[in-house]
């Protein structure tokens, strides 16, 4: 499946296959384009301090969907993001909020290979909420200053093109039991933890290109932190980093476990807070259940910092930095300007991530799902993508691979490359829907309260213009509810949000299928609602209008108790 080029893209050369080293080289967007892995060696061998940082040329589940990826990577990278943003004018609601979230629970580990069964990390490889973030050398619109916690850096593109740089935090969860951190997480999609328990991590995303001089940072500067580059640490029980957060300082140690990270069981009722310090964002997660809490805080003692942008020169500078929310408020104008999504404040499930391998041929055991000659591992020739009735001949999307045999709990045979034919794991009704001996329970979480006041709107979200093939963004033609596969059908099936009581009376959200003691499913897929023009700044200044997104404002049906 190709990705039609948007008319305001510049054509860019890239290699025949997605996932193949492109050089990377100085100056405009256009030319620009890096897929840096920096490490082959397995885990056991290598040294913890050894520079390792994420790449999300490779359409890593824990990178932010960009509205332009062909012209930022020099060929299509897409992550399929259903969300549930929320608005409020209340003072605070863009930077401090809360909420209760019960990680699923898995349905047992016998028989994992049943077409019929499925587990979380096969359906989405992280659950996150969201927040717009201040980071003057991300995306920089000729402004060099950005308030915190204030609605002046509101800015439509149409407008002008001064807005203030913008980073997007996703404080993510990430499910238990198949391959092991740091292997999956830092070749493309999702990993575990722990076999059982699930953790989390603060995660900030930048994005090293100047909209209006269509400008890349530097190739050497591209090369060491990536052009879209995260920040990155683990909620921990002490609030310390185990290893420098920002991109050019992180270290296998950076990615890997350790006894001071916090782990949740599954089922557990977390308390998840985020909020404004004088050293940055804090998240805090308070496990009611166990009585353990962890947090971590995007800041300079934490090792979180900038790159600078230096799109002229020869530098590449980790600047230490606290990491500040952008806006006072949640709205339609709060928004982060490169981003496909349009919102501030909401919650998301990165979905596509994963597509079954079977057949008689084995996939290497690799430390990163690489093989020595840089090459990614593939499901093989002579198997088959998918299972059962929906097992076809395995074709190029079907990268980054692991075998059963090295998952602690679940063996599975997968490949976590971005499944742009919508035919995965993540498109059949593997989802939650009331089978748990079947299936997991669905993610939950209730509508954030900042300072104990609702988000008076709700607003279904997905990205689906700005990932289906089918689709032409600046018409809206061949975009659609439902994603057509690379077969030339609908998909299976594409999952969707639902609410339900939870104890006490108080209403909670849940995402997956429908579920036995649903309140709505609010029209199931047509909740998403309607095409949603945006406004995206072009060289020189200027705006265009394109869909990214299909979207439905309500009335937030459901408060909590």
């Known amino acids: 499946m190709r990705k039609p080029v948007r008319s305001w893209m510049y054509v860019v050369a890239s290699a025949a296959v997605v996932i193949a080293p492109v050089a990377a080289t100085s100056g405009s967007a256009s030319q620009a384009?890096?897929?840096?892995?920096?490490?082959?060696a397995p885990v056991k061998h290598v040294n913890m301090n050894q520079h390792m940082h994420i790449d999300c040329s490779t359409a890593a589940a824990m990178c932010t969907e960009v509205a332009n990826s062909d012209k930022v990577f020099g060929h299509y990278v897409g992550h399929d993001e259903p969300s549930l943003a929320f608005y409020s004018q209340n003072a605070g609601s863009g930077n401090h909020m809360s909420y209760n979230v019960p990680p699923?629970?898995?349905?047992?580990?016998?028989?994992?290979?049943?077409?019929?069964?499925?587990?979380?990390?096969?359906?989405?490889?992280?659950?996150?909420?969201?927040?717009?973030?201040?980071?003057?050398?991300?995306?920089?619109?000729?402004?060099?200053?950005?308030?915190?916690?204030?609605?002046?850096?509101?800015?439509?593109?149409?407008?002008?093109?001064?807005?203030?740089g913008t980073a997007f935090m996703e404080m993510q969860f990430y499910p238990p039991g198949w391959i092991q951190w740091p292997t999956w997480r830092t070749a493309v999609g999702a990993s575990a933890c722990d076999p059982t328990r699930w953790c989390a991590a603060l995660n900030i995303d930048s994005l090293s290109l100047n909209p209006v001089t269509n400008q890349a940072n530097n190739a050497g500067c591209l090369a060491k932190a990536g052009f879209e580059y995260l920040n990155f640490a683990f909620i921990t029980k002490n609030g310390k980093s185990t290893g420098p957060a920002n991109p050019l300082g992180s270290t296998l140690a950076t990615f890997t476990p350790s006894p001071s990270d916090l782990f949740m069981n599954q089922g557990d009722h977390l308390k998840v807070a985020l909020g404004d310090t004088?050293?940055?964002?804090?998240?805090?997660?308070?496990?009611?259940?166990?009585?353990?809490?962890?947090?971590m805080t995007a800041s300079k003692a934490n090792g979180f910092a900038q790159v600078g942008f230096d799109p002229n020169g020869t530098s590449c500078n980790a600047i230490p930095y606290n990491f500040h929310p952008m806006y006072n408020t949640s709205s339609t104008k709060t928004r982060v300007p490169w981003a496909a999504h349009?919102?501030?404040?909401?919650?998301?499930s990165e979905i596509g991530h994963f597509q079954f391998c079977t057949g008689p041929k084995s996939i290497p055991a690799t430390p990163f799902g690489l093989l020595p000659n840089g090459n990614p591992t593939v499901c093989p020739n002579g198997n088959n993508e998918g299972r059962g009735l929906n097992a076809t001949p395995a074709d190029g999307e079907d990268?980054?691979?692991?075998?059963?045999?090295?998952?602690?709990?679940?063996?599975?045979?997968?490949?976590?490359?971005?499944?742009?034919?919508?035919?995965?794991?993540?498109?059949?009704?593997?989802?939650?829907?009331?089978n748990t001996t079947m299936h997991p329970t669905p993610f939950q979480f209730s509508s954030p309260t900042t300072g104990g006041q609702q988000y008076s709107q709700a607003v279904f979200e997905a990205d689906l213009p700005a990932v289906e093939g089918t689709c032409d963004p600046v018409t809206g033609n061949?975009?659609?509810?439902?994603?057509?596969?690379?077969?030339?059908?609908?998909?299976?099936?594409?999952?969707?949000?639902?609410?339900?009581?939870?104890?006490?009376?108080?209403?909670?959200?849940?995402?997956?299928?429908?579920?036995?003691?649903?309140?709505?499913?609010?029209?199931q897929n047509g909740q998403y609602g309607t095409l949603t023009p945006l406004d995206y700044t072009n060289p020189g200044g200027s705006s265009s209008n394109f869909f990214e997104d299909f979207r439905n404002i309500t009335p937030n049906p459901c408060p909590q108790a």
Request: net charge negative; hydrophobic share 30%; proline share 9%.
């Open 478 to 523: 061949g975009c659609t509810l439902i994603p057509q596969t690379d077969s030339g059908g609908p998909a299976t099936f594409y999952p969707f949000f639902s609410d339900t009581m939870k104890g006490g009376g108080g209403c909670i959200w849940q995402f997956g299928n429908d579920i036995p003691g649903e309140i709505s499913n609010f029209g």
């Open 342 to 348: 349009a919102f501030n404040i909401g919650f998301d």
């Open 278 to 295: 004088p050293n940055g964002l804090k998240v805090t997660i308070n496990d009611l259940t166990t009585g353990q809490n962890g947090s």
């Open 33 to 40: 384009a890096t897929r840096i892995v920096t490490h082959t």
């Open 104 to 164: 699923p629970v898995e349905p047992p580990a016998s028989n994992p290979n049943n077409v019929n069964k499925g587990y979380s990390f096969e359906l989405s490889g992280a659950d996150w909420f969201g927040m717009a973030m201040c980071d003057t050398q991300s995306y920089p619109e000729l402004k060099s200053t950005c308030t915190p916690d204030s609605d002046s850096n509101i800015l439509n593109p149409a407008t002008s093109p001064r807005h203030a």
């Open 399 to 434: 990268a980054f691979c692991f075998p059963a045999k090295e998952a602690p709990v679940y063996k599975v045979t997968g490949c976590t490359f971005t499944n742009t034919g919508f035919d995965g794991a993540s498109y059949q009704r593997l989802w939650a829907n009331g």
